[in-house]
């Protein structure tokens, strides 16, 4: 995925079948879609895959047992399949992870276990493992460090657990691998139109300045939050067809959570499911729910989301979590389909199904949904965007298609910073058997050697420390502090990869450090 033959490929191009702007789970997965179908594609991201929300999820691929609860059974079994086939087509990057629902009331036994027995039943035969009552003993034994003051028991359900914007960068690259065109740091300014009907887009080169133009069949809005900033381009009376709202993670040390289950629980004090989950080697706690009138790329978390995340996480916790712990803060914002009239309000209650919108002008602009469902939501945005643009009919074949770096799940899977990788773990190494400087840790506390940011730069499109830091390894996220007293190694080493001089290394630096700060507790 080496940016400058994709921007010669972007110069050599004329017209192009699909045009995506956004390059999250949404649009990347399109790109994924219309590439195989073998579509000409293009995808613009403004920023670097998965800035938004899809590098700040609660990393889980589920069925969600919280729609299940509010009924919408139709989304869960969706969910539920697409659970199924996305660990069959990229089973480095998805693992089946328990989770226990803790019991400390007499009722919640027979209601959490009938509940959890449906939710097994919706699977059918993608079901992970059946869940099952356990006792207090046995629960114990799983979480060692649960609150154990009143507990009764738990019951124990599995669901699919991710590392979300490794997901991105290998959809970007198996995009490219089918012949797509996919950059990032293309920010799209403006639509093109001819005859009224959207026939292409005007996009700026944020590294270097220039404008572009590029001309396609059809364009496809999958700018989550800034869906509505896409479809005003289009028609300044659009009505507004997204709500974001705002969900908080708090990161822990592994000590928190001992053993390997996470622990689920269905009602906070705001009726919200809290999770508390191992991820990485750390804790990741979470989430809120808050509705927020503008959209935010690099949203903030409040003081009250925090307050709220800690006081939940302490009743089930044995050591209550204080602010001091927190290792790392992240805030993403939710691209919900808006209903109709709705102006503010609980977001917890709004679905998370998808919604493919096409205008009167043909912008077809796909909102809402979950990564969990990112292959379904291409599949229906392409099926009605080729009819639209009267494309040659060619059937999705997402369903089977494994994504690059994809291993028999019969293979050993690996448990160190190399599974992510797959199956191009060997190629990592290799680089490593090359020049030995290259296995030195970047950091004592995280778990990323030189070679993960030379293979970020020269396969993933890594282009600024934030994006080697943040998203192509987590180092942001798993340890904010250690993340920020790495920068100068990992500038250097990704200057010596790009080019660049020292003055540009220290500029990072400089800017993710500033980043960085807001990761950290107060
Ligand atoms: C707190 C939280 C927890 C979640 N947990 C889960 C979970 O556990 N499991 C699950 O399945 N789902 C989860 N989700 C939902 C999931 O993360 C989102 O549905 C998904 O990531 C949305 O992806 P997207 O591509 O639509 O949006 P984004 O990832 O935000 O992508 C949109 C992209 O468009 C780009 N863009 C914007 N304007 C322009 C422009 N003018 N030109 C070019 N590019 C532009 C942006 O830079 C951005 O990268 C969670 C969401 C949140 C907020």
Redesign the pocket.
Known sequence: MNRTKLLSKLEETRHWDVII?????????VAVDAATRGYSTLL???????????????????GGVRYLEQGDIPLVLE?LRERGLLHRNAPHLVHHLSFIVPRYQWWEGPFFGIGLKVYDALAGKLNLAPSRLLSREETIRQIPNIESDHLLGGVEYFDGQFD?SRL?ITLARTAVHHGACVLNY????GLIKSNGLVSGVR?TDTETGRTHTAEGSVVIN?????SD??RLMDDEKAPRAVQP?????LVFDRSFLQGDSAIMVPHTDDGRVLFVIPWHGKVLV???DTPMQTPD?EPRAMKDEIAFILRNAARYLARDPKESDILSIF?????LVRPPGKNGGATKAIS?NHEVLVSDSGLVT?????????RKMAEDTLDKAAVLAGLEDRACVTEKLQLLGWRSPNAEARADWLAVYGSEAEDILALIAQDSTLGDWIHPKLPYPAASVVWAARHEQARTLEDVLSRRTRALLLDAQAAIESAPTVAALLAKELGRDDAWAKSQVDEFTALAKGYLAS
């Open positions: 702007i956004g390059g999250g789970a949404t649009g990347l997965g613009l991201e403004g920023h670097d895959f998965a800035k938004g929300t899809s590098s700040r999820s609660t990393k889980l691929v589920h969910a979300d991105a293309t920010r799209v300014e996009f999958a700018t989550g939050i800034f900033h896409i709202s705002q969900g908080v993670h979470g989430t809120t790329l805030a993403g914002q939710r691209p998370r796909i909102v809402g949904g979950k990564w969990t469902t990112y």
